[in-house]
């Protein structure tokens, strides 16, 4: 039966450790566009006052203005740019719109004099979690949310803290970062155009009703002896419904996210030095140690006691740094 305290979101996004990155208002004026290509950082996005464009990594253009909230946990191009420009000729634009000028406060794109036309809280963060890349998978690719007052609060807090030097301030933005984090996506809204199917991820498998149940009970109990008849029990499918339904939600098939699952908490027991092997393969469901170094090396690449040494020589140079 599944656990009704068991969180799966709320433990993807305690897995990701998010971290704070920077954070800074921008303002714009006139016309101007700002284009960036990034790495896959994780960004966000308040729209204080006005109104702009923005389009992300190839999705349809979105129009923003105050009070909405934008986030991409893995942002590799993005452009915005000031209302004025959609459907401007070279010829109407008096100012150079790639202009950036450092004003009190804040950046300024466009005219470093005329009257604000958009006013933004933007900032990049990271993610702490060796396995960011196949947690980001499960996330929604570019939440978009409108009138988010929370979050433009929680965001506020979070720049404040970032600004400031206070004490306990790590600990502080890392809550911040992750209450942020759940309230975004919890309040994802569903804009699917009808018939088609919503984008696979972890908010598409707990939207079904059915799926919350297996999966409740996967990340309940990690080292249980799971298999697809099981989990399917635990849905009220039939094994073949429950499969078919459970890789078109997620994006993978049952097994697969078990195993990713438990490969991530593994590396994460890894971290912890009072850990032993055994101890550690007992947690993600192996039965000997050996049996957990042997899955551990096929899915990771590297044995587990490699992977920890080397964990531990990075976390001693950064103390030595």
């Known amino acids: 039966m599944a656990d009704p305290f068991s969180d799966p979101l709320g433990e993807i996004v305690s897995l990701l450790r998010p971290r704070a990155g920077f954070a800074k208002v921008a303002s714009g004026a006139g016309h101007w566009r700002v284009t960036r290509e990034l790495d896959g950082e994780p960004f966000y996005c308040v729209v204080l006052d006005g109104a702009a464009r923005m389009t992300v990594d190839g ?28 459907g401007a000729a070279d010829g109407m634009v008096t100012n150079d719109p790639s202009l950036a000028t450092p004003l009190p406060g804040e950046i300024r794109h466009g005219d470093p004099e005329g009257p604000a036309n958009a006013r933004l809280l933007v900032g990049h963060f990271h993610f702490g979690s060796p396995d960011a890349r196949l947690l980001i998978q499960l996330l929604p690719r570019f939440l978009h949310l409108r009138g988010a007052e929370r ?28 209450v942020i ?47 697809i008849e099981s989990l399917a029990r635990e849905a009220a499918l039939s094994r073949s419904a429950f499969y078919k339904r459970f890789r078109l939600a997620l994006g993978m098939p049952p097994m697969e996210y078990l195993t990713a699952w438990r490969m991530a908490l593994a590396k994460t027991y890894l971290d912890q030095e009072d850990l032993g092997m055994e101890e550690i393969a007992g947690r993600v469901g192996y039965g000997s ?18 992977y920890g040494m080397e964990k531990g020589q990075d976390r001693a140079a950064t103390i030595a740094a």
């Open 59 to 86: 999705h349809p253009t979105v129009r923003l203005q105050a009070g909405d909230f934008v986030l991409v946990p893995s942002l590799f191009h993005f452009a915005m740019e000031s209302m004025e420009m959609e």
């Open 181 to 227: 984090l759940l309230e975004a996506l919890r309040a994802a809204p569903d804009e699917t155009a009808p018939g088609e199917a919503p984008p696979a991820g972890i908010l598409r498998g707990l939207a079904d009703e059915r799926l919350a149940l297996s999966l409740r009970c996967l990340h309940a109990d990690p080292a249980r002896d799971w298999t």
């Open 151 to 178: 979050l433009s609060a929680l965001v506020r807090l979070l720049t404040d803290e970032t600004r400031a030097v206070r004490p306990a301030r790590d600990m502080i933005l890392a809550r911040l970062l992750d």
């Open 289 to 306: 140690a050996s049996a957990f170094s042997t899955a551990f090396t096929r899915f990771v690449g590297v044995p587990p006691s490699r």
